[in-house]
């Protein structure tokens, strides 16, 4: 029989299964079981108690049916050839599908099942050695102890070249907690990628293989035995987790599992980590997500976030409560080891305190699009979702060995403001250490290593009984700074928990190396014996935005303007795009650097970084969003009331196009007149983006009591596009809160700016004519 007839005749069968009699049969079946609780009548308890047990054992079996019948398709499918499989899914695939050499494929998994009794063994050491240490760990957090495998059987059936796919006979049966259960129907589908290197002279003509996924891979199991209990969704999830979690550690990009299979090759050619570069992304907002939550008259709101992930790296924004319109300006930085091949996924989710959180929808880009544009600024339509987009920001950053280009990435992170975004990538590799110290007396230490740079912890494997560990293993640390950053290394033996070693390494250091690189060198632990030594390897790489130069500007740009009459009412918008005015920055970025000769040394490039300090505190007065640098920046006064003789406005303006935020800052109001010496105003500042005045763009100052020239020295942000920018105003308007309702008597004045006249990327700090409230702005 075909697969296809097969599969057709599952899903036909999947039908007949799921039809009202088939329904009312299991319905009658609970009833039976569960009859008995109908007996807790007798004492007047409510019905509840006998109907909530057969709804939720029907629901189960439903569930447990369809989840069934999905494994059943699967292991169909890895059964059959390669050529039954591509013909048995035909009816499912576009016509522009470009079919591969199929018969290639089928005899690489010829060859698979041939060796597939040796992987079996392999995999079996494995899981015992290796993953149970993890899964009892992970358990023990949820108070479940006593994890352990019982026997552990692959079966017959390999696993599939293509998208890697196993769904095999396996037998695994385990003890948690004093309850025997089992896994059967085991399945994993993912792309894998299989690196044969380095090339050598004699046979097997590789040194090594590295495999991983390119992209989390899809698990499902079916436990059986008593466990078969907890395998319901939001239970037996849990396991499903665990063992997710514990792939993407192994073998899920940025991770490698590495097989050696000659001596002729070094450790570190296989096992060191290779990153390609830095994606940097900028979720700025959503909008037109789907209602969750119900209000008082139907359809509420939603309380959205987003998870993002590229491999194994995953990132959370915060919460924004009741909106479909969500603004989180969330930064976050993922090391890319394979552009080609891998995707960055966002998972848009309403949170729901006593429910599962709900799906919003979700979106893919594929990462090698970004590299080829080297920026991109895009709205995603959400899958899975009746309606909604979310608005993404990337940046592709290079790897430079050219400790030149340091000083341009940290006035690049600096012109970001407070974003903690990162200047460099440090890799390193900790080959093994030497003649540790005993934790115990005529004990030898079970040692393993935890690496620290910054927010970002590592943890090397545990070495059983000896002194002289060796690990070789590979980490990779983002760099905020690299003048400053510190890496921290700590010995630990597992018996004790005790340190029996350890090292701090200033990043600096590296700097003056040439390529910025140590290969394998000793150093001396403090904590530990004279002659205790960690071996390891580092490479610093500066992080650089692709096809940017960054020679002194010849313009002498100012970047504040301080002006009795605002430019904003007769300067002219930039005619450049929006790409170019966000590049307008990073290229002049150096100027506030001296300058450099191409022949300099490595010690006097190190010496001017430092020495540059002074003009980064001097870009960053220029163009960080902190209110304390503006608001000292511009202490002048004034003597005039304005032209409406209302008093006058001092406020700072700056949109920043990296972060494609505008920076509100209200300073102080001048002379209001007092027309009542019984009634001195109560004066406070309210602010709206028009067209509009929505209630998500309201900000206002705190009221400043019985004064006419109020000092208020407050910020606010508008997380916008350029796009967005050019279609704005902004209202500002000065009330007092004397009278005890708002009307149209409590406004002392008010101004209207068209931000569509304001230069990017520049200071704007000004005295503004209060005058009277405008009937109509928008």
């Known amino acids: 029989m075909s697969v296809s007839k097969e599969i057709t005749d599952i899903r036909k069968k999947t039908t007949r299964d799921f039809d009202i009699l088939g329904i009312l049969y299991a319905a009658f079946k609970k009833v039976a079981t569960v009859g008995c609780i109908y007996l807790f009548g007798y004492m007047n308890w409510s019905v509840g108690w006998f109907v909530a047990p057969v709804i939720f054992l029907i629901m189960r079996d439903q569930w447990k049916n369809a989840a069934d019948t999905k494994r059943h398709i699967a292991k169909t499918a890895a059964l059959s050839n390669e050529k039954d499989v591509v013909l048995a899914r ?42 149970q240490p993890i899964i009892q760990t992970s358990l023990e957090a949820y108070k479940l102890k006593g994890f352990k495998f019982e026997r552990l059987i692959l079966g017959s059936i390999p696993l599939r070249i293509g998208d890697i796919f196993y769904a095999g006979d396996c037998d695994i049966t385990f003890h948690l907690s004093g309850i025997k259960g089992g896994i059967k129907d085991f399945q994993l589908k993912g792309m894998l990628r299989v690196v044969m290197k380095p090339l050598i002279s004699s046979v097997p003509l590789v040194g090594g293989i590295q495999v991983f996924f390119l992209n989390n891979p899809e698990i499902d199991f079916n436990l059986v035995g008593v466990a078969d209990l907890l395998d319901m969704p939001g239970l037996g999830d849990l396991l499903r987790k665990i063992i997710t979690e514990i792939i993407a550690s192994m073998m899920v990009l940025p991770n490698k599992f590495p097989i050696k299979l000659s001596e002729e090759v070094e450790a570190m050619d296989l096992k060191a980590p290779e990153p390609e570069g830095v994606l940097r992304l900028h979720v700025v907002e959503a909008k037109h997500l789907m209602r969750k939550d119900i209000g008082m008259l139907g359809k509420g709101k939603s309380d959205p976030y987003a998870v993002v992930t590229v491999g194994a790296q995953e990132y959370k924004t915060s919460v924004v409560k009741n909106s479909v319109d969500p603004k989180w300006d969330f930064w976050c930085e993922f090391i890319v080891t394979e552009a080609y091949g891998q995707q960055l996924f966002i998972h848009l989710w309403d949170e729901d305190d006593a429910l599962d ?87 030898q230490p079970d040692p393993y290593a935890v690496l620290r740079l910054g ?14 560990p060796v690990w070789e293993e590979g980490f990779t640390f983002l760099v905020q700074n690299p003048n400053t950053d510190v890496l921290h290394l700590r010995i630990v033996d597992k018996k004790t928990g005790h340190d029996i070693g350890d090292l701090e390494y200033t990043l600096k250091n590296i700097l003056s190396k040439e390529n910025m690189e140590i290969h394998k060198e000793p150093f001396r632990l403090y904590k530990a014996g004279s002659d205790s030594k960690i071996i390891w390897s580092l490479h610093l790489k500066v992080l650089k935005i692709s096809g940017l130069t960054h020679e002194p500007s010849q313009k002498d740009d100012s970047e504040v303007f301080e002006h009795e009459n605002s430019p904003l009412m007769n300067s002219k918008s930039r005619s450049a795009t929006p790409m170019e005015k966000q590049h307008s920055i990073s290229s002049n970025s150096s100027r506030y650097l001296p300058h450099q000769s191409s022949s300099e040394s490595h010690e006097e490039i190190i010496k001017k970084i430092d020495d540059s300090s002074v ?25 005039s009331a304005g032209d409406a003789g209302l008093g006058r406005l001092q406020l700072t303006l700056q949109y920043s196009s990296q972060r494609q935020k505008l920076v509100v800052v209200i300073h102080k109001i001048a002379h209001i007149p007092l027309r009542d010496p019984s009634n001195i105003p109560d004066p406070y500042v309210k602010l709206y983006l028009l067209p509009g005045r929505s209630k998500e763009s309201k900000r206002k100052t705190a009221t400043v009591k019985d004064n006419c020239n109020p000092i208020f020295e407050e910020s606010f942000e508008y997380l916008m596009s350029q796009g967005e920018l050019m279609n704005k105003k902004l209202e500002i308007t000065i009330c007092t809160q004397k ?13 209207v700016i068209e931000l569509c006249k304001l230069d990017i990327d520049k200071h704007y700090s000004s005295w503004f004519d209060l005058q009277p409230e405008y009937p109509h702005h928008e």
């Open 90 to 131: 035909l009816d499912e695939l576009p016509a522009w599908v470009f079919f591969p050499d199929v018969e290639r494929v089928e005899w690489l998994n010829k060859i698979i099942q041939q060796v597939w009794p040796n992987v079996n063994n392999y995999t079996r050491e494995l899981i015992r050695d290796t993953i």
């Open 357 to 443: 959180d709900e799906n919003l929808g979700r979106a893919s880009v594929d990462i090698s699009n970004i590299v080829q544009q080297g920026q991109a600024d895009m709205w995603v339509t959400l899958e899975n979702a009746k309606h909604g987009m979310v608005h993404l920001r990337f940046t592709w950053l290079s790897l430079s060995n050219n400790v030149n280009d340091l000083k341009a990435a940290m006035i690049e992170a600096q012109l970001l403001g407070g974003v903690p975004v990162s200047t460099a990538l440090l890799t390193v590799f900790l080959d093994s250490a030497r003649n540790l110290p005993l934790a115990r007396q005529s004990s």
């Open 455 to 468: 927010n970002s912890t590592k943890q090397t494997q545990i070495i059983m009984r000896t002194p002289d």
């Open 615 to 639: 003009y980064l505190e001097s870009a960053v007065a220029m163009n960080d969003n902190s209110c304390d640098k503006i608001i000292h920046r511009n202490p002048n006064q004034t003597s």
């Open 739 to 751: 009278a005890l309702f708002y009307t149209s008597s409590n406004i002392l004045g008010q101004i």
